[in-house]
C-alpha cells in the first residue's frame, strides 16, 4: 500500500474508474433501447399515444344547426315570374343612345287654360300663332339729362324766394364778417337740390348752406326748353 504524506493510504483512481464504466455503458444501452422502442410503436401503432392537452383546449366538435325555412311561394301555371327589373330615376341621364330623334314637346310662351283659351283667344278659331300680338311695352323711364354750366345761349333763372341766413351767435360774438361763395344744382323746376362751399368762413358756412338750399328759382332755359344748370350763388354775412 502506498501511504501519502500524512500516513494515510491512497487509493489509486484507476481502481475507481473501472469500477464505474459498466453502469454508464448500461445506463446509455438502456436509454437507447427505450428511444428505439418509443419511435417503433410510433411508427406501428399511432394511435397509442396520448394526445397533448393544449390541442385539446382549442378544439371543437362541428355542431349542425337546423333552421326550417318557409317553402317559396308557388307560381300557378301558365304564369311567368317577372324578372327582376331594376329601378332607373326619370332623372337620370341615358347610358344608351336614342336610335332616332323624337320631335320636342314645345310649349309656346302663353299657355293655353284651363277652358281652352289661350291669351283670351278661343281656340279653333282659325287665329295663326304669328298673328298674335306680342306683349305691349311697359312704361318708358326717363332719366333726366345731367345739369350744365352756365354759358352763353342759356336763359339764367331768376331767384324768386329768398330766405336770409341766420346769423351764427358765435360768429356774431366775434365779428366775423365775410362773402362765401356756393356751387349750387337747379333742377329744371328751380328747385336747389344740391349746394357745395367754394370758399367761405368755419364760422359761417353752414349757415349759408341752409339758407341756399330754400330759395327758389326760376328754370333755367335753352332753346326755350327747361334744364338744370349749375351756378354760382353768393352770401354775404355783414353785422348790423
Known amino acids: 500500500m502506498a501511504r501519502d ?13 473501472s469500477r464505474r464504466s459498466p453502469v454508464v455503458v448500461a445506463s446509455i ?45 308557388r307560381i300557378p301555371r301558365g304564369v311567368v315570374a ?24 314645345w310649349t309656346p310662351a302663353f299657355e293655353r287654360s284651363s277652358d281652352g283659351v289661350v291669351d283670351g283667344i278661343a281656340p279653333n278659331v282659325g287665329v295663326d300663332i304669328a298673328d298674335v300680338p306680342a306683349a305691349l311695352p311697359g312704361p318708358v323711364i326717363t332719366t333726366p339729362p345731367p345739369p350744365v354750366r352756365m354759358h352763353r345761349g342759356i336763359t339764367a333763372p331768376e331767384k324768386v ?12 360774438a366775434a365779428h366775423v364778417e365775410g362773402v362765401v361763395i356756393l356751387e349750387t344744382v337747379i333742377d329744371a ?12 368762413y368755419p364760422m359761417l358756412d353752414l349757415a349759408a348752406l341752409d339758407a341756399v338750399q330754400q330759395w327758389k328759382f326760376t328754370p333755367a332755359r335753352l332753346n326755350d326748353e327747361a334744364i338744370p344748370v349749375v351756378m354760382t350763388v353768393t352770401v354775404q354775412f355783414k353785422l348790423q
Open 5 to 17: 504524506l500524512f500516513g494515510d493510504v491512497a487509493v489509486r483512481p484507476t481502481s475507481v474508474r
Open 29 to 73: 444501452t438502456v436509454h437507447v433501447l427505450v428511444a428505439i422502442a418509443l419511435l417503433a410503436a410510433t411508427a406501428i401503432a399511432p394511435d397509442l399515444l396520448p394526445t397533448p392537452r393544449e390541442a385539446l383546449a382549442f378544439y371543437e366538435p362541428t355542431r349542425l344547426i337546423d333552421i326550417e325555412l318557409p317553402p317559396p311561394p
Open 161 to 172: 324766394v329768398n330766405v336770409v341766413p341766420v346769423y351764427p351767435p358765435l360768429a356774431r
Open 82 to 105: 317577372p324578372p327582376d327589373i331594376p329601378t332607373v330615376s326619370p332623372h337620370a341621364a341615358p347610358v344608351i343612345a336614342p336610335s332616332s330623334i323624337t320631335p320636342e314637346t
Open 189 to 200: 323746376s328751380g328747385n336747389v337740390t344740391s349746394a357745395r362751399v367754394l370758399r367761405g
